[in-house]
């Protein structure tokens, strides 16, 4: 028998430097290789640390397996679920109750067996690997702080004076975390809401990396 399933897609930005189509290609041709029935895709750009009832897409996707004869929701990643471990295991829990598996394709993880089962093993990674992402996201706050304070210890200056031009050198020491961030991929809003740095402050990061 076909499974029908739903595609969920999240990206970060609000704005154009990202989109979801990458994710929704892959989604539907893992469908198609499977003989999946794709019955709806629900895409939306919102950070992953969104509370679920904060997010209109992820709220009207969950409406839309309880009251149809869904069989899974594919996601590129766990993190298109969200970045909350709390968030993400209690829409996890929800599909659980309907007999409903999430399917993780960068992990090949699947939460319900066959039999739509609990799969225990899979329930474990997904809340390994949700609460990693939590790790991640606190570890980088706390080397930010840490790094701003040995900033100024070492009498660096918030701030700057009418016409002086700071050295690249000295902008890459000051924002040594944001430029790693830029490297791994994170997006800019993802960033300024680990960060606070600003949107216009990041660009230029991005363009001295580009430059080196």
Known sequence: MEKQVVCLCRVSSTNDRQNYD?????????ANSRNYKVKAIFAEKVSGATK????????????????????????????????????????????????????????????????????????????????????????????LASGYRNYRAKKGVVGRKHGYRKPKSEIIEQYDEEIKMIKKGYSYQHITQITSTNKNTLTKLRKIILDK
């Open 52 to 143: 679920n009832f904060d997010r209109p897409e992820l709220m009207k996707m969950v409406e839309f397996v309880k009251q149809n004869s869904i069989d899974k929701v594919l996601v590129t990643e766990l993190s298109r679920l969200g970045r909350d471990p709390l968030q993400i295991l209690q829409t996890i829990e929800i599909l659980n109750q309907h007999k409903i598996s999430l399917y993780i394709q960068n992990y090949h993880i699947e939460t319900l067996t066959d039999a739509k089962e609990i799969n225990p093993m899979s329930q474990f990674m997904v809340t390994i690997l949700a609460e990693i992402s939590r790790m991640e996201r606190t570890a980088i706050a706390t080397r």
């Open 22 to 30: 990458r994710q929704i290609n892959d989604l539907t041709e893992l």
